[in-house]
């Protein structure tokens, strides 16, 4: 699963998924374009790449800013191209079932979770489709393919990336461009971190969740990684459209 020349622009890269996916690409040989809100974590990843040898630099993005990515895609391709982009920046809310999730929660989560992706398709596919090659990986979730109890938002919004990366790669299909989706369960930090400490004895919820997958564990932040990082490559260059299941079987108890 080698990148060797190419360059990939992750979102949400200061923490969690994104930071690992940074890493993880930056290992496989590419220039990696960090994206964050948080400039703090955002200069923090792309120092340890390059620390550990690797090619990266930062750029502020709120994906809820469509303008904003446009410029930064923009001055990307105009330095080295834009090979890869992961749509992997997103939020949670704090579980409670749908009736009790406000609007503002539930516009807060569409505009990160559904407007970012979209906002990063449109910007870049113009310049994949120009080249002819490109690879999208949009990470979406379990609870966006067989739903969560009290996530009501949060599932919609992963459900819609699902169907949208369909959609994305069909239509970028004819022009070499590839795009797909993970769909990780629950995973030791990021955003399952923050759900588990919504709870009033947080391992106890941790517990009740590993026994719902068929590894009996949760997955890791590299396992997912790994994951964004295959169909990235041309390792999955005959691959497109396809929502992967990240979940340590949890989606076939």
């Known amino acids: 699963m080698q990148l060797d020349g190419q360059t990939a622009l992750v979102t949400g890269a200061a923490s969690g998924i994104g930071r690992a996916t940074a890493e993880r690409l930056a290992d496989a040989g590419a220039r990696v374009v960090v994206t ?3 400039i703090t974590g955002g200069e923090e990843t792309a120092d340890r ?4 040898g690797g090619s990266a630099t930062f750029h502020e993005l709120d994906v809820r800013d469509r303008e904003t990515f ?3 895609v923009e ?3 105009q330095k080295s191209g834009l090979d890869v982009l992961v749509n992997n920046a997103g939020v949670g809310h704090v579980p409670k079932p749908v009736e ?3 609007e503002a929660e539930r516009e807060f989560v569409f505009d990160v979770n559904i407007s970012g992706v979209w906002n990063g398709c449109a910007a870049a596919l113009p310049t994949m489709k120009a080249r002819g090659s490109g690879a999208i990986v949009n990470v979406a979730s379990l609870a966006g393919v067989i739903g969560s109890p009290n996530l009501g938002a949060y599932s919609l919004s992963k459900g819609a990336v699902v169907n949208f990366t369909r959609t994305v790669a069909a239509e970028a299909g004819p022009h070499g461009v590839r795009a797909n989706a993970v769909c990780p369960g629950f995973v030791e930090g990021g ?3 923050q759900y588990f400490e919504s709870f ?3 391992e106890a919820a941790r517990e009740r969740s590993r026994r719902g997958y068929a590894l009996r564990r949760l997955g890791e932040l590299d396992e997912v990684a790994d994951a964004i990082a295959f169909l990235a490559s041309d390792a999955a260059s005959f691959v497109t459209g396809e ?5 340590g079987g949890f989606s076939i108890q």
């Open 36 to 38: 964050d809100v948080d």
């Open 75 to 77: 001055a990307v391709d």
């Open 49 to 52: 790449i390059e620390s550990d």
């Open 70 to 72: 446009l410029s930064v």
């Open 243 to 247: 929502s992967l299941m990240v979940d």
């Open 191 to 193: 955003l399952g971190e």
């Open 200 to 202: 009033e004895d947080p």
């Open 100 to 102: 009790d999730i406000t």
